[in-house]
Every structure is written in C-alpha cells, then in structure tokens.
C-alpha cells in the first residue's frame, strides 16, 4: 500500500467547516481490511490514530461539518501515514512513509469577496433594490 496524495479541501458551513486531506490507496487483500491512520499535528506534537475504510480507492481523513475523527484546523502543518488492519485485527506493522499536509485554506465551491473580486456591494445593492420592488407590487394587490 503507497497512499498518494491527491488534495485538501475546505468548505464553510453554517455549523463549521467540513475539512479534509484526501488520499488514493490501492488495497491488495480479499478480506476486508481498516486503514490505521496515525496524524501529527506539527505545531503541538498531539497524536492521534484512528482507523478507517477506503471507499473506491480513495481515503478522506478529517472531518464533517459536525463530527470525524480527525480535527484539522484551517492553517495547521500536520503528518500523516497509514497501516492496513485485515478482518481478523491483524495488524501488518508496514506504515508508510509520512505525508506531510496544509494548506486547508482552501474554499472550494465559495464566492471570494476579498478585495479583488468585491462583489458584495453590488450584490447587497440588487438584493436591495429586488426587495423594494416586491414590497411595493405586493401592497398593490
């Protein structure tokens, strides 16, 4: 097993963010097996492993909007590797090499309202102008 990095995404939800770092993993076994799944967060040195299931090739390690087992903050440095546990709990004690990831700033699927694209105004100024026109077509019926 050689997990390949492929990406970190981060979205804003109203309850808080959905953040991951995804990884492609191919599995040779039959059986079903877990990945055991070990991340350093490099600023405090906390440790956490927990294991997961691929799911087409694919392992997503972080968290929902409300729950996950990893807690990735937006600007973190963090480390990860990965062993496969089979069915039967046998444990193949072959990590990988270590992976590091960041950059979880990433808004994928979100307007930028930053200064070079500042559209709010313009935006909040239609929004504005559609809400008085309802109001007064509406008191005329």
């Known amino acids: 097993m050689r997990p390949k990095f492929l990406n970190t995404s981060y979205i804003e939800y109203g309850c808080g963010p959905a953040i991951f770092a995804h990884f492609q993993v191919r599995i040779d076994d039959a ?6 799944t070990e991340v350093v967060n490099l600023q405090n040195k906390e440790k956490t492993i927990y294991y997961l299931s691929s799911r087409d090739g694919k392992i997503d390690i972080g968290h929902g909007m409300c ?6 903050r937006e600007k973190g440095k963090y480390k990860v590797r990965f062993d496969l546990m089979d069915a039967s709990g046998n ?7 270590w992976t590091e990831i960041s950059g979880f700033q990433t808004k994928m699927g ?7 694209n500042n559209l709010s105004l313009p935006i909040g100024a239609i929004l504005f102008l559609i809400a008085i026109f309802f109001k007064r077509h509406s008191d005329k019926v």
């Open 31 to 36: 059986s079903e097996t877990l990945v055991k």
């Open 67 to 72: 729950s996950g087992a990893f807690s990735f």
């Open 91 to 97: 444990s193949f004690g072959r990590w990988s090499k």
């Open 110 to 116: 979100m307007l930028d309202f930053s200064k070079s």
